[in-house]
């Protein structure tokens, strides 16, 4: 038992290591950029980059859109595949599955050759387009977990005594769907939502491939041309992530603590 | 909101086919989405991958994706995504089983969970400037090494941007994920499984080997698959680490599309269909070692 014990706190010390190091290292990397001393030189030269704050703007805003046009798809899939298509669940579930067996790059190689500006749907024709193509690339991307969030937490409600009461008092669908169901599923929405920033924020090859504005094409152009402020820009980046699943976590447990009740 | 409409104006129906209309067009507008984004084109290009530039059936495409620039791709590309996926495996499980069943206290576990949830979604980019800064030439590892210890990394042959350096890089979004996975398979490990068999008189080596790896191993495979194609597929941090400098299959499709660097568009597809075929397989394996350990959970 002891020798279990041993080999159980060895691991976790090397697991330490591999994680911890990399990141001091960043962070003592990003402090170098004057030479001799610690400055925190390339947080303000990242900070006061016009392009920096374009870029993570931009994300920004294509991740909130990403997450509430997916919600609008995604919940009253969910909630009404629950209700009156219980056989087509399975078939459901497996094509918001399949963005994580088709790579990335071969969806978006795709969209590139159908959407082409001499096709039938010249989504790449514009920017305006580009940016919807971009935001429908990145429903794509994270279907697999804003469906899974979202039907988790319909689970533990009961959409049919909920829709059959709902209906009995004279709501119409639209106020079933965003005065009963949305709220009652909204720890799932949030965390489909944090675990979407997390993936869209620093995403590059749909970004750089759309030829968009986009934080990830930002961050390997400075990668490529600068010394210290990418490793600035990652922490940066490593801070955000944190930050959208810190908050995951504390939905999910708030949730745990005061489950929905039907 | 179509079903509304056609649910008060669709009167003249009968009532049977009507339900199943609006049962269906409650689906549309996801299946709709569905075909546009994700299923019309990838199989556009499956097509694609099976034809000449001028649109007559072929094999050739596939012919040419033997050719020696490209099977040196492929082959960079598994052995770079098994590397990674075998130590990822290793590790993770070695960090799964010590939150589980190694006696630790559990902030240790909690902590563990949660950092694992933040570092596999740390990839792209970001996670190829840490590298660079914890083992590139000026990282902190490499000139720990130099300086303490007189001893220079980059004289043994390593280089970040090898294969061994893409190797321990990926390993850093591995590992989580093998950790998230796996932790759940063995908080199913039940404990009277171990206490029977120590009655019986089974030491522990006797227990895992005979009991305790026969109902993990379809998790352990399944899982190594699964991280298999999350590797294969991955392009940003391989991108940012060594530019085009590492031909692997994803930087090699990067370059195909923006400049078409083939000289046929349509061997572009069938590379494309390439990586379909290795991360489907390696996913429909997943899949079934899954549905074979889900047995011991119920």
Same mark, same amino acid.
């Given at each position: 038992?002891?020798?279990?014990?041993?080999?159980?706190?060895?691991?976790?010390?090397?697991?330490?290591?591999?994680?911890?190091?990399?990141?001091?290292?960043?962070?003592?990397?990003?402090?170098?950029?004057?030479?001799?001393?610690?400055?925190?030189?390339?947080?303000?030269?990242?900070f006061?980059?016009?392009?920096?704050?374009?870029?993570?703007?931009?994300? *920004?805003?294509?991740?909130?859109?990403?997450?509430?046009?997916?919600?609008?798809?995604v919940?009253?899939?969910?909630?009404?595949?629950?209700?009156?298509?219980?056989?087509?669940?399975?078939?459901?579930?497996?094509?918001?599955?399949?963005?994580?067996?088709?790579?990335?790059?071969?969806?978006?190689?795709?969209y590139?050759?159908?959407y082409?500006?001499?096709?039938?749907?010249?989504?790449?024709?514009?920017?305006?387009?580009?940016?919807?193509?971009?935001?429908?690339?990145?429903?794509?991307?994270?279907?697999?977990? *804003?469906?899974?969030?979202?039907?988790?937490?319909?689970?533990?409600?009961?959409?049919?005594?909920l829709?059959?009461?709902?209906?009995?008092?004279?709501?119409?669908?639209?106020?079933?769907?965003f005065?009963?169901?949305?709220?009652?599923?909204?720890?799932?929405?949030?965390?489909?939502?944090?675990?979407?920033?997390?993936?869209?924020?620093?995403?590059?090859?749909?970004?750089?491939?759309?030829?968009?504005?986009?934080?990830?094409?930002?961050?390997?152009?400075?990668?490529?041309?600068?010394?210290?402020?990418?490793?600035?820009?990652?922490?940066?980046?490593?801070a955000?992530?944190?930050?959208?699943m810190?908050?995951l976590?504390?939905?999910?447990?708030?949730?745990?603590?005061?489950?929905?009740?039907? | 909101?179509?079903?509304?409409?056609?649910?008060?104006?669709?009167?003249?129906?009968?009532?049977?086919?009507?339900?199943?209309?609006?049962?269906?067009?409650?689906?549309?507008?996801?299946?709709i989405?569905?075909?546009?984004?994700?299923?019309?084109?990838?199989?556009?290009?499956?097509?694609?991958?099976?034809?000449?530039?001028?649109?007559?059936?072929?094999?050739?495409?596939?012919?040419?994706?033997?050719?020696?620039?490209?099977?040196?791709?492929?082959?960079?590309?598994?052995?770079?995504?098994?590397?990674?996926?075998?130590?990822?495996?290793?590790?993770g499980?070695?960090?799964?089983?010590?939150?589980?069943?190694?006696?630790?206290?559990?902030?240790?576990?909690?902590?563990?969970?949660?950092?694992?949830?933040?570092a596999?979604?740390?990839?792209?980019?970001?996670?190829?400037?840490?590298?660079?800064?914890?083992?590139?030439?000026?990282?902190?590892?490499?000139?720990?090494?130099?300086?303490?210890?007189?001893?220079?990394?980059?004289?043994?042959?390593?280089?970040?941007?090898?294969?061994?350096?893409?190797?321990?890089?990926?390993?850093?979004?591995?590992?989580?994920?093998?950790?998230?996975?796996?932790?759940?398979?063995?908080?199913?490990?039940?404990?009277?499984?171990?206490?029977?068999?120590?009655?019986?008189?089974?030491?522990n080596?006797?227990?895992?080997?005979?009991?305790?790896?026969?109902?993990?191993?379809?998790?352990?495979?399944?899982?190594?698959?699964?991280?298999?194609?999350?590797?294969?597929?991955?392009?940003?941090?391989a991108?940012?680490?060594?530019?085009?400098?590492?031909?692997?299959?994803?930087?090699?499709?990067?370059?195909?599309?923006?400049?078409?660097?083939?000289?046929?568009?349509?061997?572009?597809?069938?590379?494309?269909?390439?990586?379909?075929?290795?991360?489907?397989?390696?996913?429909?394996?997943?899949?079934?070692?899954?549905?074979?350990?889900?047995?011991?959970q119920?």
């Amino acid at each position: 038992m002891k020798a279990e014990r041993y080999l159980a706190w060895l691991s976790i010390l090397i697991g330490c290591l591999y994680f911890f190091v990399p990141l001091i290292a960043t962070y003592e990397f990003s402090l170098r950029a004057r030479r001799g001393v610690y400055s925190f030189d390339a947080y303000r030269s990242v900070f006061s980059d016009m392009a920096f704050r374009q870029t993570f703007g931009y994300s *920004m805003l294509m991740a909130l859109l990403t997450i509430v046009f997916g919600m609008l798809l995604v919940v009253p899939t969910a909630y009404w595949v629950r209700l009156r298509l219980p056989q087509m669940r399975p078939v459901v579930e497996f094509v918001t599955l399949m963005p994580l067996v088709i790579p990335a790059i071969v969806i978006v190689f795709g969209y590139l050759r159908l959407y082409n500006s001499s096709s039938i749907l010249p989504l790449t024709g514009s920017n305006t387009t580009t940016n919807i193509l971009l935001v429908c690339s990145y429903i794509t991307l994270s279907l697999p977990y *804003m469906y899974r969030a979202v039907d988790t937490a319909m689970r533990t409600i009961d959409v049919r005594t909920l829709t059959e009461a709902a209906e009995s008092l004279g709501a119409g669908w639209m106020t079933i769907m965003f005065r009963c169901i949305f709220p009652n599923v909204m720890s799932g929405v949030l965390s489909g939502a944090f675990i979407t920033l997390a993936i869209v924020i620093g995403e590059f090859t749909m970004a750089s491939l759309l030829g968009r504005p986009a934080f990830g094409p930002y961050l390997q152009l400075v990668g490529a041309n600068k010394a210290y402020e990418p490793s600035a820009l990652a922490m940066i980046a490593f801070a955000v992530t944190w930050l959208s699943m810190g908050l995951l976590q504390l939905v999910s447990r708030f949730n745990r603590s005061a489950p929905a009740k039907a | 909101m179509s079903s509304v409409s056609a649910s008060t104006t669709g009167t003249r129906v009968p009532s049977i086919d009507r339900k199943v209309v609006v049962d269906w067009l409650g689906v549309a507008p996801f299946t709709i989405f569905a075909l546009l984004f994700l299923i019309i084109p990838t199989i556009y290009l499956i097509v694609g991958a099976f034809l000449t530039p001028d649109g007559s059936f072929t094999l050739k495409n596939i012919v040419d994706l033997f050719t020696p620039s490209i099977l040196a791709a492929y082959w960079i590309s598994i052995k770079v995504s098994v590397a990674s996926s075998l130590g990822g495996a290793l590790l993770g499980f070695l960090l799964a089983w010590a939150i589980v069943l190694g006696g630790l206290p559990s902030w240790v576990r909690n902590g563990l969970l949660t950092f694992s949830g933040v570092a596999s979604n740390f990839a792209g980019v970001p996670l190829a400037f840490a590298f660079l800064a914890t083992l590139g030439r000026t990282g902190l590892i490499t000139v720990f090494l130099r300086d303490w210890f007189d001893f220079n990394l980059y004289s043994t042959g390593f280089n970040l941007l090898s294969f061994f350096g893409l190797t321990i890089t990926y390993m850093y979004f591995q590992i989580p994920l093998m950790v998230l996975i796996l932790t759940p398979a063995l908080d199913g490990m039940k404990k009277e499984w171990k206490e029977a068999a120590s009655i019986l008189g089974a030491t522990n080596g006797q227990y895992w080997r005979m009991v305790a790896f026969p109902i993990l191993w379809p998790s352990l495979l399944g899982t190594t698959l699964l991280l298999f194609a999350n590797a294969f597929g991955a392009i940003a941090t391989a991108y940012a680490l060594t530019g085009s400098s590492l031909n692997i299959v994803p930087i090699l499709l990067y370059a195909q599309i923006r400049g078409d660097v083939l000289h046929n568009a349509n061997l572009g597809y069938a590379l494309a269909l390439g990586m379909i075929v290795i991360t489907g397989v390696s996913n429909i394996l997943y899949i079934m070692l899954r549905m074979r350990a889900e047995r011991w959970q119920k």
